[in-house]
């Protein structure tokens, strides 16, 4: 999605009261002195300018100063979220991401921690009373706490892609970041809080 496309979609949220998923597929048809033009789904939409351009070597002033405004009146940030980070790039966040995923897994059947299984007669033998726990209430930890906790965290997450920066459902991205939060948890948030400050230095350099 190019930086382009996305102010498209904030200009149509902003000034025409479009929604973030009516305006998805918007695309900017003509510009002229007194008003843009979009095509949304088949449908025309029109933004005027206000004043008027007295010349289309005012464009580029005028639609940036618009769009600061609409990122205003949105609440929405600057920053594009256009990838997602996997957990691969830091072993602290794959080996979270791993031991969650295992856990849902692994956890909430008991025949995984009682003999016979490959599992405790590989390793669980060991430790009998532990496996013994797990057999009882490890699908107990996984919908009582996990599940519940994961589902807040990825709601969070869900939300600030939707409302900071304009991201969908619709949006692979979106659900990229929401179901890997889903499974590790907060170690997904924090590496959507590296990537929009990585690209916030980016933004800043340009400026200087």
């Known amino acids: ?19 973030v998923f009516q305006a998805r597929n918007a695309r900017m048809t003509d ?11 088949g449908q025309q939409h029109t933004i005027p300018f206000d004043p008027p351009m007295k010349s289309l070597s005012e464009a580029r002033e005028r639609v940036v100063q618009m769009d600061k405004e609409a990122l205003q009146i949105l609440g929405r940030s ?20 791993t031991q969650c ?3 849902y897994l ?13 599992l405790y007669d590989s390793l669980w033998y ?37 409302k900071k920066h304009g991201l969908t459902p619709l949006d692979g991205v979106w659900w990229a970041w929401t179901a890997s ?15 929009v400050a990585q690209k916030q230095e980016e933004k800043d350099a340009k400026k200087h």
């Not at 999605?1 to 929604?19: F, P, T």
């Not at 692994?106 to 490959?118: D, F, R």
């Not at 939060?181 to 990537?195: H, K, P, Y």
């Open 1 to 19: 999605m190019s930086e382009l496309q996305v102010q498209v979609r904030r200009y149509l949220e902003a000034y025409n009261s479009k929604s």
């Open 31 to 41: 510009i002229s002195l007194q008003e843009m033009k979009f095509d949304c789904d």
């Open 78 to 97: 600057d920053i594009t979220i256009d990838k997602y980070i996997p957990p691969t790039v830091k072993l602290g966040h794959l080996y979270n991401f």
């Open 101 to 103: 995923l295992l856990s």
């Open 106 to 118: 692994i956890l909430p059947s008991a025949s995984n921690w009682q003999p016979g299984s490959l």
């Open 126 to 162: 060991r430790v009998p009373n532990f496996a013994g726990f797990v057999a009882q209430f490890g699908w107990w930890i996984v919908f009582a706490f996990m599940i519940p906790i994961h589902l807040f965290e990825a709601g969070i997450i869900g939300r600030r892609l939707r």
């Open 181 to 195: 939060c889903f499974v590790e948890g907060f170690t997904a948030i924090w590496r959507l809080d590296s990537l």
